[in-house]
């Protein structure tokens, strides 16, 4: 079956053209790394800038930077790369793989995070770190924390960007107008699950069902060890999947405008403590009294919600708000473009907003007929486990991974098939086994998903599909181009047919859906149980005898990522929709391998690491790649030992402590008096 969304590539021909066109890909001017010496100037000039500018007003959003000399140095090392890359003599093609330079541009952003996200050594460090980037005292019982934190050895101290974002909407909202939001957001249709916290002890709520009760176990294990410091409040928490608060972009305007920071309290009257009576401010009716109203949520299950709630946010000039797209077949290469150095991703956190990629409507379940979906256009306090860009919910670290549900928990014995060999032992092969999870389908919609486009891509193109793979160029008279640093690369369109004679495809992949399709309706079951073939499941312990992991999200955030990373494996992570509480602390290119959800870079990705062999028929000219399996192990390994630091079960306590104190703090009457400032 030929798929519609770009596995089967209509117009691949055009993509080598059109990247070429777009200065994605350059012959011997390479305008790539142009670009790359004006983006790291402008960062050095901008970083800089940033520090003279720190206290000229209140911004709406925190600083990411802190330490600008740092900084400089590392933008300045990637400056001199590029410069030297820009003058490497070129006669034909690229003469540096441009993955090569992601791995190193991938290096020197993250000792730049790391720098400034670790830099306080001391309480009172911290504390003016905190306010240097947050423009506010920190929440009361910051003091508690901090010795949580460094007790635990967290090696994040600073930098709590992504939950300060998450935060920032609702200091637009009066205290009282949030608690009583919570409330109204309660109940059993709405899916929202109620914690209540009085006097230190936490409480669930009647409406959570059975099947997720385990969810709110988690949030109180992972709790149980400060809620003692934690003052009163009820917390709504999404009990689905799918995130569920896209505010339209013009209310997102003018709440970021309501929250911006305005002048702050003096240090002599500012008070470190929550107010005594909140229990009594928490009461309400019980929102399943019939005299209470249900929460403006809205059952959008398995309708589109790309138009209506994915892009909604974004700007009206946007790319995703005044373009549809309507040939499924073709490959939008100016949507992949903002985020990506040719085919490969080099952005991951660009890569996660829709605004510049209208064609996301038709690449993933989530925006193409969502399982279980009721959003809301207005604000209100959902705690949930993940979100898509442009949403507002509050992300947690998800119980998911807190309570072990899918863990890293290899053999220790060398010849069970369950034990994690090194990864030079490990068989050569690119592995996924999943389920139909992302979307419901009943009226083709699963062409569009990514699981399925990612098993079709592995197993079922037809011998006429053509790719387009970033490869060496042939050139018979010169042996061992490549180590003698004397190869050009450059796309070539490829057929499927081809793909064993260069050693890729089918041959090095182990990708397969399992047991029965899921989430469908009418043919749509029998015909892609036609398609895929479902082998049994395998146990999730087998994952580690294969080097390359491959992690997908379903119907939200992937389970799998972080014991991916625990492993001696090598994870590639498409990406999808949704971030988690962790985006960020983990660096794409240095301790992962990205890859886009339009999936068109997979093959030029594992070739860089598998290598490919020559090729020399129907007029192609290829020549042989060297596997970089050593930069693979390095990757994994630099994952492994950056995960058992920064995204342990203490790192998920550390984050979520800190969150429920500024929850605490913004739900509180006397917000604007409240903060720690330390000894004085």
Request: charged residues 20%.
């Amino acid at each position: 079956m030929c798929m519609y969304i770009p596995i089967a590539y209509a117009n691949v021909i055009e993509l080598a053209k059109s990247t070429s066109e777009a200065g994605l890909f350059l012959d011997g001017n390479s305008s790539i790394i142009k670009r790359l010496v004006a983006l790291t100037a402008s960062a050095i000039f901008y970083l800089q800038g940033s520090q003279s500018t720190k206290n000229q007003g209140p911004s709406p959003k925190p600083r990411f930077f802190g330490r600008a000399p740092f900084v400089t140095i590392c933008c300045a090392a990637v400056l001199l790369w590029s410069w030297n890359f820009l003058h490497y003599p070129v006669n034909e093609g690229t003469r540096m793989h441009p993955v090569d330079g992601l791995l190193s541009a991938a290096s020197a952003q993250h000792d730049v995070w790391l720098q400034q996200a670790s830099a306080s050594k001391t309480l009172g460090e911290c504390t003016a770190e905190y306010r240097r980037r947050y423009k506010r005292p920190p929440p009361p019982g910051f003091d508690a924390w901090y010795r949580y934190a460094t007790e635990r050895s967290s090696v994040i101290i600073d930098d709590f960007d992504n939950l300060m974002d998450d935060l920032q909407l609702f200091w637009a909202i009066r205290p009282a107008e949030i608690r009583k939001r919570t409330h109204l957001a309660f109940g059993d249709w709405n899916e929202v699950a109620k914690l209540s916290i009085r006097s230190g002890k936490a409480e669930i709520g009647p409406e959570v069902k059975p099947t997720h009760r385990w969810m709110l176990d988690g949030v109180i294990a992972m709790m149980s060890n400060y809620i003692d410091q934690i003052p009163d409040m009820d917390l709504g928490f999404n009990i689905n999947d799918e995130p569920r608060l896209a505010i339209p972009y013009d209310d997102l305007q003018g709440l970021l405008k309501a929250s911006a920071i305005g002048p702050q309290t003096a240090n002599d009257t500012v008070l470190n403590e929550f107010s005594k009576d909140r229990a009594a401010s928490w009461n309400f009716l019980d929102s399943s009294d019939p005299e209470t109203p249900n929460a403006p949520f809205t059952d959008q299950s398995f309708l589109p919600s790309f138009h209506t709630y994915g892009s909604i946010s974004c700007p009206r000039s946007s790319r995703a708000r005044r373009s549809y797209l309507w040939d499924n077949r073709a490959l939008c290469t100016t949507c992949f473009a903002p985020h990506s150095t040719g085919i490969f991703l080099s952005n991951w956190t660009l890569s996660a907003s829709p605004c510049h990629q209208p064609d996301l409507a038709h690449l993933h379940g989530f925006y193409l007929s969502p399982a279980a979906f009721k959003p809301s256009h207005s604000l209100y306090p959902i705690f949930s486990q993940s979100k898509a860009n442009g949403y507002a919910d509050i992300r947690y670290p998800s119980p998911w991974n807190y309570m072990d549900k899918a863990m890293y928990a290899p053999s220790p014995n060398a010849s069970d098939l369950h034990y994690d060999p090194p990864f030079s032992e490990k068989s050569d092969t690119l592995f996924w086994r999943g389920a139909t999870s992302e979307g419901l389908s009943r009226f083709g919609e699963w062409q569009g998903m990514a699981r399925q486009r990612l098993v079709h891509l592995a197993n079922n193109d037809t011998s006429s599909t053509l790719h387009t793979i970033f490869l060496p160029n042939l050139h018979p008279q010169k042996q061992n181009q490549e180590e003698k640093g004397e190869a050009s690369y450059s796309l070539h369109t490829i057929p499927s047919s081809l793909l064993p004679a260069l050693g890729l495809g089918p041959t090095i992949t182990d990708i397969y859906l399992v047991s029965k399709i899921d989430r469908c309706w009418d043919a749509d079951c029998p015909v892609q149980a036609r398609e895929f073939g479902l082998p049994e499941p395998t146990d999730f312990q087998s994952h580690w005898r294969h080097k390359y992991l491959v992690d997908l999200d379903g119907a939200g955030f992937s389970g799998r990522f972080i014991p991916f990373l625990q492993s001696r494996s090598l994870p590639f992570k498409v990406a999808g929709v949704f971030r988690e509480w962790w985006d960020g602390r983990v660096t794409a290119w240095k301790h992962f391998v990205p890859l886009d959800v339009r999936l068109m870079g997979v093959w030029s990705t594992v070739a860089y690491f598998m290598g490919a062999r020559e090729l020399d028929a129907r007029g192609l000219k290829v020549g042989a790649m060297r596997g970089r399996r050593a930069e693979g192990e390095r990757i994994a390994n630099e994952g492994r030992e950056w995960v058992g630091r920064v995204m342990r079960k203490e790192d998920m306590e550390v984050y979520f402590y800190r969150l429920l104190l500024e929850w605490g703090r913004l739900t509180d009457d006397r917000r604007e008096e409240l903060g720690f400032v330390g000894s004085r």
